[in-house]
Each structure stands twice: as structure tokens, then as C-alpha cells.
């Protein structure tokens, strides 16, 4: 953004809470193996497996689709978080198996 244009208190607002959400994302589903496996599972169970099947309400594909966004939205932060070049990126100390978590 240019510097003649001037962020709103609501836009300034906006950023730091994108920013404190992709920090957390990163610390919480990352660097920690609890948390790792937590999104793991969470991806297992509901965003690999289709959001509606024959027979269902139209409306549980909406509510289906809307937890699949959450879990995009933690992928995109922890991303967004990683790709920025100020920020000192540590690896977490152990990686949890990709295999099905029961």
C-alpha cells in the first residue's frame, strides 16, 4: 500500500488479527506434534471425505464446506506465516507420520 493512503482503525485492526492468527496457526499446528497431528486428523475426518452425499440435505454440504474452509484457512496461515522472509522459522522437532491417525 502506498504511503499517501492511510489505513482505517478497522483495517489496522484486520491486519494484526491475520497476522496473531497466522503466528498461533504456526505455533500451535506446526511446531508442536500435538497440534500436528490434531490438524492431521482434522483433515482426515472431514476435508478429505465429501461434503455431501446422495440423499442429503443440500444444507450439510454448506456445513461441510464451511469446516473445510477452517481447516484451509490454518493450512494458509501456517503457510503465509512461513513464507515471510523477517520471520526466524524453526522446524519442528519431530514430524508425525502421514498414515491414518484411528
Known sequence: MSDNKKLTIQQQQEM???????????????????GQQLLM?????FFYQPTVYPGKDVAWG?????????????????????????????????QISKERVE
Open 41 to 45: 486428523m482434522l483433515e482426515q475426518r
Open 62 to 94: 454448506y456445513y461441510n464446506e464451511g469446516r473445510n474452509d477452517f481447516i484451509r484457512s490454518i493450512r494458509n496461515a501456517i503457510n503465509i506465516f512461513m513464507s515471510q522472509p523477517s520471520r526466524k522459522i524453526e522446524q519442528p522437532n519431530t
Open 16 to 34: 494484526n488479527w491475520i497476522k496473531v492468527f497466522n503466528e498461533l496457526c504456526y505455533e500451535v499446528f506446526f511446531k508442536d506434534t500435538k
